[in-house]
């Protein structure tokens, strides 16, 4: 395989990249750039985790369920103990939350330094992993409200709307291992070069095509979505609707990253079983929602932007309606 450096474009790396970021903002201190630069680290093990499945014994089922209800592969386990190494020791890390642990992990003895909360999921698409299907790591950065030690108030310092994040990102394990992330100032996108082990820039600045004739959702589920979503997806097959295609792949994180670079919407809308959706606002739909708006896209609950949306719980659900701008502007009106 050529690595990159054959190319005549310049070489950059996501840790480069974060710096010069950094640079942009007069009063950073760095400490962001850390914190992305261990997550960078921990996506690099988790990716050679997911590259060696077969291989290494980290396919399969732990045998227990996690907070979900859902039962924790073992690369969920390995995934969620990676970013938790890769992030714990730092003192600017104060708490962390992982759709795998029930309460937040708070880092002890942090005092006020610990001004970081870090949320994740550390292997979305688990349903996939042993079947070759692209899955990923999704995160969020926010900074805690209070200088009082994180252990006296962890949980109600991660409830924060999204609009406040400071950083936020996803990796797709995918044909290749992709990168986007975003601290406000454009999204920017990363490809892992496995010759030498660096994520390097690949686009900078993406803007989501405005439309986009696919829709992504389990229609499995059609029968118990609220009526408008219903109406909507036999608005989408007929003529005047155009030539749409229906792509689900059944990762959050490779169904959004298709959607970015392509157009078009993605849809978990409330079901029987999920009246309140599926997909958990912390760390699935607010990071997501962020970079797609940072793109020009859009993302709703079907009411409301999700990144004003105030939680109520850590691991709470929401309906998502996620890409183009104009898609998701036509998904809302058969809503109303
Ligand atoms: P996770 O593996 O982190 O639990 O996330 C799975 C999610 C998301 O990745 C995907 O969009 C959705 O579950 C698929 O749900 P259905 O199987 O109900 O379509
Ligand atoms: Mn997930
Ligand atoms: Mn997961």
Redesign the pocket.
Known sequence: MEPSTTSGKPIITIGQHIQTEQWAHPTATGELSWLLGAITLATKIIESNVRNAGIRDVLGATGVSNV?G?LVQKL?QISNDTIVRCLGYYDNVGIMVS?EDDEPIVAKDVGEKGKYIVLF?P??????IDVNVS??T?FSIMQRRSDTPPSDAPLSECLQPGINQVAAGYVVYGSSTVMAYTTGNGVHMFTLDPSFGAFVLTRENIQMPPEGKMYSV?E??RGTFPEGYQRYLEWAKTKDAGTYSLR????????FHRTLLRGGV?L?PP?A??PGG???LLY?ANPLSWIAEQAGGAASDGRRRILEKQPESLHQRTPLILGSKTEVERVLSFLD
Not at 123 to 128: A, K
Not at 248 to 255: F, T
């Open positions: 979900q859902e969920d759709e999921d292997l979305d698409g688990s349903s996939n899955i990923g999704i389990n499995a589920y689900y792949i059944g990762s959050l994180v490779a169904d993605f978990y079901t079983q999920a599926k997909l958990r699935e």
